[in-house]
């Protein structure tokens, strides 16, 4: 019995030192600045494409927002800043 005992006090103990290194982990990380990718690169509210237009996809890296969208046959890109809002480029897509 008193093996038993002590095997079952040295599990508990593993998990118990388990459960305060993963928590001394989670408070490490939540208290280290801008770990990862967080939103606050993007407080964009709108963005402008021309009317009528479908939307083909949209991207949000490294601060910027890359909007693809079709107008009838045409193809165009768009990139506009995740901070104001603003166009910064436009490439239209030509085919070969």
């Given at each position: 019995m008193a093996r038993a005992r002590r095997s079952f006090m040295v599990t508990m103990?593993?998990?118990?030192?388990g459960f305060i290194i993963i928590a001394g982990?989670?408070?490490?990380?939540?208290?280290?600045?801008?770990a990862g990718g967080?939103?606050?690169?993007?407080?964009?509210?709108?963005m402008k494409i021309?009317?009528?237009?479908e939307?083909?996809?949209?991207?949000?890296?490294?601060?910027?927002?890359t909007v693809t969208y079709k107008?009838?046959?045409?193809?165009?890109v768009?990139?506009?800043?995740g901070k104001t809002g603003e166009m910064i480029r436009e490439i239209p897509i030509l085919s070969e």
């Open positions: 103990g593993l998990l118990l030192v982990v989670l408070v490490y990380r939540s208290s280290q600045g801008k967080t939103g606050a690169d993007y407080v964009i509210a709108a021309p009317s009528g237009a939307v083909v996809s949209a991207v949000a890296a490294d601060g910027k927002v107008t009838g046959a045409m193809t165009s768009r990139i506009y800043d």
